[in-house]
């Protein structure tokens, strides 16, 4: 069974602080990767989607990164804030198209 | 107005009510889904949806059913609502073949008491 794990679980940290969020996933013929946020009681939004033939994208103090030799992506949060709390999930479109997300990770950042 | 919207935001229901959850999207995106979600056990597909005329099943579609009566508007429906199908169901939308665009819907809480 193809799988997407994320770690951590959990993450809380003060303000002002970069970090990374983690996503790996078992299914190697991997279309794309679209990293999500969620927050409480709401939908999701999107926030980057990396195609499978790109390394990285970026926007504003968001960047996430693709290793398909590893079945890993990584978001990278710099300079964090409070309203950065949320929970991210990350969802992978194999090449077959189906989509198969990961648990999340709520993210508290602290004033 | 949202792209994706959903009625009712909140509902309680009692055991062996049928219950329809609604979705209507201003997107134009052909693909549709319906998904519940649990702590836990995150996002689960239940059904979903690339045209008019072509339904299918997602991972947990038992003791649900669907209809998309247009292009814009796909329902869920729950024939006899049992207490362990109270969750947070989602409808989404995205485009063409493909998982771009994604939109999400805020959400419908179901209570099944």
């Known amino acids: 069974k193809q799988e997407v794990t994320q770690i951590p679980a959990a993450l809380s940290v003060p303000e002002g602080e970069n970090l990374v969020l983690n996503c790996s996933f078992t299914d190697s013929a991997i279309y794309n990767l679209q990293w999500f946020r969620q927050d409480p009681g709401k939908g999701l939004t999107s926030l980057l989607l990396?195609?499978?033939s790109q390394r990285e994208q970026t926007s504003g103090r968001l960047n996430a990164s693709l290793d398909k030799s590893s079945g890993r992506s990584t978001l990278y949060i710099a300079a964090s804030q409070p309203g950065d709390s949320a929970t991210y999930l990350c969802q992978h479109a194999g090449n077959n198209r189906k989509l198969i997300w990961g648990l999340g990770t709520s993210l508290a950042v602290n004033p | 107005d949202a792209d994706v919207t959903q009625t009712p935001r909140n509902r309680i229901t009692k055991t062996g009510k049928r219950i329809m959850l609604e979705c209507s999207q201003t997107k134009g995106h052909d693909r549709m889904y319906w998904y519940r979600q649990d702590p836990g056990l995150g996002l689960r597909l239940i059904y979903y949806s690339f045209d008019v005329k072509d339904i299918n099943k997602g991972e947990i579609s038992d003791g649900y059913s669907v209809s998309r009566q247009a292009q814009a508007k796909f329902s869920l429906s729950l024939e006899s609502a049992i207490p362990n199908q109270t969750a947070l169901y989602f409808c989404a939308t995205s485009e063409g073949t493909s998982n771009y665009g994604y939109t999400f819907g805020s959400g419908t809480r179901l209570t099944v008491v």
């Open positions: 990396i195609q499978s």
